[in-house]
Structures are given as structure tokens and as C-alpha cells.
């Protein structure tokens, strides 16, 4: 029993939560469109939801777990009274899992009794669908023109479908009783919810006419001055959509009736069997007060004694699913062959009943479904997961295979991949249902980095999880889905990434979902892998294990088997693709057949070639390479440029330090030769005032060069003196030259050009600067011992 509260304050806060609750689902909801008839909105994921069902006040939705329950013989009442959501009552039923597509048709089972609701009572009758709380659409009966249609469902046990065709997805249904059926009828009957494709049958109405027709009779009983059965050959031929006219005129004593022979007898089993007519008042809906004065009579043979008799408000009523025309029959309780319709006179109206044709239906296993209705060959009424298939033939068994595949197997670090998911299922012509609560877990592995993903509609990843809900959306005419997911390979190595079912609600034949496990028919996981090349620096080496738990194993290199690789490890000293086999696990490991790609990088520093020896002082510019992109360099200098600049004194070694992008590290040597200048020392000017001492204009002086160091062969002078080459150890004496002549610059030059540039100073004053008199001066003496 599920009680609704009537506090105020409490309807409030739980509205609000489940509001909240609402919101939630709508995230998690999947398509569910297994293409099923009348497939029950019950089991998981279905509530009544208080926010729409309105918890009113007088009014009550007693035992409200019956109508999701899954059995669909038992109900909950709908008490008609003044409700929060306005003038009416109403219960609606949510699917928290999940939604429906538009173009299906959804309704409710409900029923008063053993009779079914007429037209006044229908026209009080709407049917609304919602999508995340908000409404969708709603259906009204409006007599019979309105987008809500009426059928009896079955027998005679007065349950009827009330359905239309939905414009727009949803994920709940709600059936509001307005207040103008307070007066009319005081609870009604809610079975349960339902929903399925719009091209499925709501009856199973078997046309008598043609070949199963063999002519019709018509007659009168009483005293009958007008009226009369015209065009009675229209309720037996193949047209379905013309009719036979019974008239009637005002009074009680006269009766008018069409009777149809039938080409064969109707049995009365096995199963449940009905029989009627299907007739239409006029223009419009049949109304009560007609219908208390139609009846239907069968026959069997040439008998005229009649089989069954069935009158008025106890034939059994249904409105089509088009137009205005109703079904107006019985259940067969002896066989017959001839079936009659009787049109009674009325004291107060005359009226034109239009009879199209008879009919009968068919219950073989008497369990309230009509044969083409009929999911199990037994009982229907009881689907407690709520899958569509009634537990009398819900086997719960479906058989999943999982595919992967990726786009590229082989690619450079830092490159995006997209690895493709594919889940397939069996037809449900094998034997096999469609799966639903399908869960399946793709979570990228470390050096997988996510980037995007595409998901079938109505399914949903979460690249967090790893989870991607199918739930219900592999179903009906969809037998295979596909997840794409793209993703960055950003580590080297062979990246594996896999798929596997997580959960299903029903079970697998060959599989266990969520086991890790991919063996001999367990085909519901799968893997792709992805190369990404493994950079070595030159001298290092890595191992390659494989799995463990064969005898034998054999490693190659490039596909080229490598002698005496036989063990379970490899170690790799040199670039190629390697790949194993082993006596358990074949070529490669299942699923993933990427080879480990190694390559060496070709890192090498090179500081440049030796320059030509230059003399001491002499600035030289040294330009290294190999680093690459990203790398590093590193002089002895302390320099972290490619080019330096040097200017060495004597002969120098430099070394540059290379390190790449990966950390590979080289190094190399270049040599600066350097040639040492001449030394000159000082150079004396030797003065001589050419024996006049009192006139310096005569003065001349001379210098002597003799070099050390330089290449030390010859050397040749230039400037103010342009002379040799001399060779070194012999002092050469250049002058005399005037003293007035001023300083001498000359350079000397070895043999391997270095040179040194001094400058001779002329004696200041010349060599004639002392008098020929001469001047006394005190001179200070000391003892010193």
C-alpha cells in the first residue's frame, strides 16, 4: 500500500526533492526503443512521481506500486476529487533510466468495473506525456475526434487502452481525471503504463466478409411503418470502410434487423473467443440509450432457436482507433455460424445505426491478450522487469560481442587517435533478447590521454568512468552501437586500451561481464593497441618481457626471427620493430598485435672543425650543432649557445655538451691553435750628435732589433723601416736616423704573420743638449764606512 500524505508542507519539500531527482535522470537516461507492443513502463527506473501525480486532497491513488509493479492484473484507484494540480486527479508514471522516442504510442490500461467508460466519461479524460518535467503533449478524447483513442483490451473484464501517438520524446506519462468526471464516476482503475511503436495492434479485430462471409439476411419483428435495412451486401464484401444502414423510426414496436451468414463455423475455443459487430450511430459516438436497444444473436445451422443473446450495456464496447465507429460484441460461449444484429425502436428518438461488418477475436491461451497481441504462448500479465517480455517466455538471456578497433596503430608521440567500441547483439530471432541496464567500461589507460568522443543518441560516456551507458538503446530494429574516443598518445610503448561489458541485466551465454577475461567464446571484451616508438640514446638498451605462462617463446626483429631469442625477456640494443610468439598465446597477445617499435636516436655533438691557428689575441667565432629541436648546449666555456666567440692566448682546447629533447647527452672537442706574437722587449734609440755637441741639428740615433719567440725562423720589419726577412738570433742594427725626424712605428712579422707593433723614441732634444761650459753644481759627500 503506498499512502500520499496530504501536509502541505511535506508535498512541497518532496515535489522539490523529487524535482531535484528529476533533473539528476535526465543526465543518466538512455533511448529505450525496443520496438515492443504494449511493453510496460514497470520494473527499474519506473515511479509514480508525486510532483505530477498531485497528491489531491479527497482523492487518492491507493496501492500506487501496482502500476509499475510489472503484474498487470492488479491496480491502483484512482480517486476523482479537487487536486493540487487544478480541477481533476491524476497519476503519472516516470522512467528515471530512461526515455522514449516521439512516434511512439504511450497510454494507460484502465478499467471501472466490468464496463467500459463511454463517451462522457472519456471526454473527461486526458493523457500527457512529459520529457525532464516539462510537458510534452497532451491527448483528449473530445467524442472520438480528439488525438486520445479508446479499445477494449481483451474479453469482457471491462479494461480498456487508452492511447495516442506521441510528437515528441518523453521519459513519463500522466493520466488526468478532470473534475467533471466527479458525478460521472466516482474511481477508476489504473493498471499501468505503457508504451511501443504506433504500428503495433490494440485489437485483433477479424473481419467476417469475403470469403468468410456467405450472404446476409435482414428482417423486422413488431409493427414497424418505417425505417428498414438498406445496402446489406456492403457488411459482408471486402470493403470495410462502407456499410449497411439499419433505419429506425420513433416508437417501441417495431425492430429492424441485418444477419450474416458465415462460410464456416466458429468454435468456441479453444481459448477465449468473441464475436460481434462493428457499428457507428449516424456521424458520431453511440450513445447510451442506443445502445440499450441493440442487440446480438447468434445461430447455429438451420436452427432458429438462438445460441446467445447479449443486449444493451452488456455487449462488450470499444471505440477504433479511427473515426467514430465502435466494436459492439460478446464472448462466444457455444459455436455458430450465423450472427444477427437487432436495432430496437426508441420512444423518444430515431436513429441510423451503420453496420460495417461482423467480426470475431481471439484469445487462445485466455490469458486477457488477444492472439495478436499475444508475446508468449501463455501468460502475458506479468513482466516484472519490465523489459516487454512477460516472465512466462523472458528468458533473460542476451548474447553481446564487443569489437575495438582503432584508426591508427602506429603513430609519434603526442599524435591523436580514435579507438571505435562497437557492441553487437543477437536478433531477437535467435532466441536471444535485447540487453537492458547495458553498461560498458572503456577507461583510457595512463599515456592515453582523453580528448573527445562521439556516442550513438540516447547513450551516454563518461570519460571520468569510463562507463559508457547503453542501457536499453540496443534494442528493436538497432542490433549493433558505436562509441567513438579520441585520444592523445602522449606515452611511448605500446598503449592498449580496452573494452569490456561492465553490467547487463540479462544474462550472456559466453560471457561474464566485468571478468577482465577474454577466452574461448567469452566475446563481450575487447582490445586495439597503438605503437608509439620507444627512444633509446645511443649506449642505452631496454628489455621487452613477454607474459607470462607459455614453454617456449621466440622473439623478431623487423619480422625476422632472432637466433637464440627464446626466453621470456628480450633486451633490445638496436632500432627495429620487435614482435614474440609463444606456445599459449599465438602470434601476439590477443588483441593486441602492435609490435614495440625501438629507435635509436642518431644523437651526435659536433663542435665544429679546428680552425686555422691564429695568432695570440685573435677573436675566433666556434658554431656547434646536434642538439636538434628542444635540445641543449653547453660549452666549456659556461656558454649555452650554439656560437661563441673565443679569443685565446695560447693553444685551446673547447668542449661542447650536447643534450637532446629526450636527454641524450654527446660531446665534442675543438682545438683553437694560437701562434705566439714576436717579443721585441724594449727598443732603445742609441743617440750620436755626430760630434758637435752644441748643434743638435745634426743629431742622428740609431736602434738594434732582435726577437724573440713568433715562429722563430725570419721575420720581416714594416712601418718606418720596410726591411728583411732576417732570421731570428741575429741583432740587426737599423739608422742612424735624424733625431729631428721623430719616433719610428715599425711592426715585426714572423713567418706565420704574427706580429708585433713597438714604437722607437727619438731622443727628446737630440744628442747636442750640454753646453761646452761648464757649470758648477754642489755635490754632497758621504762616508760611508
Not at 490500461?109 to 512529459?130: A, K
Not at 462460410?263 to 445502445?291: E, H
Not at 599524435?415 to 540487453?435: H, I, K, L, M, Y
Request: net charge negative; hydrophobic share 35%; proline share 4%.
Amino acid at each position: 500500500m503506498v499512502t500520499f500524505y496530504k501536509n502541505s508542507r511535506f508535498v512541497v519539500m518532496l515535489a522539490g526533492l523529487l524535482l531535484a531527482a528529476s533533473t539528476l535522470f535526465a543526465q543518466q537516461q538512455t533511448l529505450e526503443n525496443n520496438q515492443i507492443c504494449m511493453d510496460p513502463i514497470a520494473g527499474r527506473g519506473a515511479f509514480i512521481n508525486a510532483v505530477n501525480t498531485g497528491l489531491c486532497v479527497g482523492c487518492t491513488a491507493a496501492d500506487g506500486a501496482n502500476i509499475i509493479d510489472g503484474n498487470l492484473t492488479n491496480f491502483a484507484t484512482l480517486t476523482t476529487g479537487i487536486s493540487l494540480l487544478g480541477s481533476g486527479s491524476a497519476v503519472s508514471v516516470k522512467d528515471s533510466l530512461q526515455y522514449y522516442p516521439a512516434g511512439n504510442t504511450v497510454g494507460f490500461v484502465v478499467g471501472s468495473g466490468s464496463t467500459l467508460l463511454d463517451v462522457n466519461l472519456l471526454n473527461n479524460i486526458q493523457i500527457r506525456t512529459y520529457r525532464n518535467g516539462t510537458l510534452v503533449q497532451t491527448a483528449t478524447f473530445n467524442s472520438g475526434a480528439g488525438l486520445l483513442k479508446a479499445t477494449a483490451l481483451g474479453g469482457t473484464t471491462g479494461r480498456q487502452i487508452l492511447s495516442f501517438t506521441t510528437t515528441g520524446d518523453f521519459d513519463e506519462v500522466q493520466l488526468f481525471a478532470a473534475s467533471g468526471l466527479l458525478g460521472l464516476l466516482s474511481s477508476l482503475d489504473v493498471y499501468y503504463a505503457f508504451e511501443g511503436p504506433a504500428s503495433c495492434p490494440l485489437d485483433c479485430v477479424n473481419a467476417l466478409v469475403g470469403a468468410d462471409a456467405s450472404g446476409t439476411t435482414t428482417g423486422s419483428s413488431g409493427v414497424c411503418l418505417g425505417g428498414g435495412v438498406s445496402s446489406p451486401g456492403n457488411a459482408i464484401d471486402a470493403d470495410t470502410t462502407n456499410a449497411a444502414q439499419i433505419s429506425t423510426v420513433i416508437g417501441l414496436g417495431c425492430s429492424r434487423y441485418l444477419q450474416v451468414a458465415l462460410a464456416s463455423t466458429i468454435a468456441a475455443g479453444p481459448g477465449d473467443v468473441y464475436a460481434g459487430f462493428v457499428v457507428q450511430q449516424g456521424a458520431g459516438l453511440l450513445d447510451a440509450t442506443v445502445l440499450g436497444a441493440i442487440t446480438i444473436t447468434t445461430y447455429l445451422g438451420s436452427s432458429t432457436t438462438p445460441l446467445q443473446t447479449i443486449s444493451g450495456g452488456s455487449l462488450l464496447t470499444a471505440s477504433l482507433l479511427g473515426g467514430t465507429r465502435v466494436q459492439l460484441g460478446f464472448k462466444v460461449t457455444q459455436p455458430f455460424d450465423r450472427i444477427r444484429i437487432t436495432a430496437g425502436g426508441l420512444a423518444s428518438v430515431a436513429y441510423n445505426l451503420n453496420v460495417y461488418y461482423a467480426f470475431t477475436k481471439v484469445d487462445s491461451d485466455a490469458d486477457g491478450m488477444l492472439d495478436c497481441m499475444d508475446k508468449c504462448a501463455g501468460n502475458d500479465l506479468l513482466d516484472t522487469d519490465g523489459d516487454g517480455i512477460p516472465n512466462f517466455c523472458d528468458e533473460n538471456m542476451a548474447d553481446l560481442t564487443v569489437l575495438k578497433t582503432v584508426n591508427n596503430d602506429s603513430v609519434a608521440a603526442g599524435t591523436d587517435v580514435t579507438f571505435s567500441v562497437t557492441v553487437n547483439r543477437q536478433a531477437d530471432a535467435t532466441g536471444f533478447e535485447a540487453p537492458t541496464g547495458l553498461k560498458i567500461k572503456d577507461l583510457l589507460p595512463v599515456g592515453l590521454t582523453y580528448v573527445s568522443h562521439t556516442a550513438p543518441t540516447g547513450t551516454f560516456y563518461n570519460p571520468t568512468t569510463g562507463i559508457w551507458n547503453v542501457g536499453s538503446a540496443l534494442s528493436g530494429a538497432t542490433t549493433s552501437l558505436v562509441l567513438s574516443i579520441t585520444a592523445s598518445a602522449d606515452s611511448s610503448g605500446v598503449l592498449s586500451n580496452i573494452a569490456e561489458v561492465f553490467s547487463v541485466n540479462e544474462g550472456d551465454p559466453d560471457s561474464t561481464p566485468g571478468n577482465g577475461t577474454a577466452g574461448a567464446g567469452d566475446d563481450d571484451i575487447a582490445s586495439a593497441c597503438v605503437s608509439v616508438p620507444v627512444f633509446l640514446c645511443p649506449g642505452s638498451s631496454i628489455s621487452l618481457s613477454a607474459p607470462s605462462g607459455s614453454t617456449a617463446y621466440q622473439w623478431y626483429r623487423n619480422g625476422t626471427l632472432i637466433s637464440g631469442a627464446t626466453d621470456s625477456t628480450y633486451v633490445v640494443t638496436e632500432s627495429g620493430s620487435y614482435t614474440f610468439t609463444s606456445s599459449s598465446v599465438g602470434v601476439c597477445v590477443s588483441g593486441n598485435c602492435c609490435p614495440v617499435v625501438v629507435i635509436y636516436r642518431t644523437l651526435v655533438a659536433n663542435a665544429g672543425v679546428d680552425p686555422a691557428p691564429v695568432c695570440e689575441g685573435t677573436t675566433v667565432t666556434l658554431t656547434g650543432s646536434g642538439a636538434g629541436v628542444g635540445g641543449t648546449y653547453l660549452w666549456s666555456t659556461g656558454a649555452t649557445t650554439a656560437s661563441i666567440s673565443v679569443t685565446p692566448t695560447t693553444t685551446t682546447a673547447y668542449y661542447l655538451t650536447v643534450t637532446s629533447v629526450d636527454g641524450c647527452v654527446d660531446t665534442d672537442t675543438v682545438v683553437v691553435t694560437v701562434n705566439p706574437k714576436p717579443l721585441l722587449g724594449s727598443v732603445i734609440a742609441l743617440c750620436n750628435n755626430a760630434g758637435t755637441t752644441d748643434n743638435p741639428t745634426d743629431d742622428t740615433f740609431t736602434f738594434t732589433l732582435n726577437p724573440e719567440g713568433g715562429s722563430n725562423t725570419t721575420y720581416t720589419v714594416s712601418g718606418a723601416v720596410t726591411a728583411g726577412p732576417f732570421n731570428y738570433g741575429t741583432p740587426q742594427v737599423f739608422g742612424p736616423f735624424l733625431a729631428s725626424s721623430g719616433n719610428k712605428v715599425i711592426t715585426v712579422t714572423d713567418a706565420n704573420t704574427c706580429s708585433t707593433t713597438v714604437t722607437v723614441v727619438a731622443p727628446v732634444g737630440g744628442c747636442s743638449n750640454c753646453p761646452p761650459t761648464p757649470v758648477c753644481v754642489p755635490v754632497t759627500v758621504k762616508k760611508l764606512q
